[in-house]
């Protein structure tokens, strides 16, 4: 049975880090790829965050993550992590991983999804 499993979320300031981690379970992480997409509060809409191709090349797609954010994995340990640094009040949300055939900005090419971790930014 495929399986991801998040975590690391939490609260912090604005200016904080935290790192991520989508441990896959039923698959190896280099099998597929996997992504990051988070849910705001109150928005209907899943954002895409990043994405790491089974090559290993990264995506970020949200443009005022670049330079912030980092996706990488650990083969060894199966798992998939998202770096944030310099975190501000606008990437407070759900954060979910994601396994799918290729990166993609599209929710709607997802396989399948983690439960989800909170991460909350303020002060």
């Known amino acids: 049975q495929l399986q991801l499993v998040e975590s690391g979320g939490g609260l912090v300031q604005p200016g904080g880090s935290l790192r991520l981690a989508c441990e896959a379970s039923?698959?190896?992480?280099?099998?597929?790829?996997i992504g990051w997409f988070r849910q705001a509060p109150g928005k209907e809409r899943m954002e895409a965050v990043s994405c790491i191709t089974t090559r290993g090349e990264s995506h970020i797609y949200i443009y005022d993550a670049k330079g912030r954010f980092t996706i990488s994995r650990d083969k060894a340990k199966n798992t998939v992590y998202l770096q944030m640094h310099s975190l501000k009040p606008e990437d407070t949300a759900v954060y979910y991983c994601?396994?799918?055939?290729?990166?993609?900005?599209?929710?709607?090419?997802?396989?399948?999804w983690g439960q989800g971790t909170q991460v909350t930014v303020s002060s």
């Open positions: 039923g698959f190896s992480v280099d099998s597929r790829a």
């Open positions: 994601a396994a799918s055939a290729f990166c993609s900005d599209s929710s709607g090419l997802v396989d399948y």
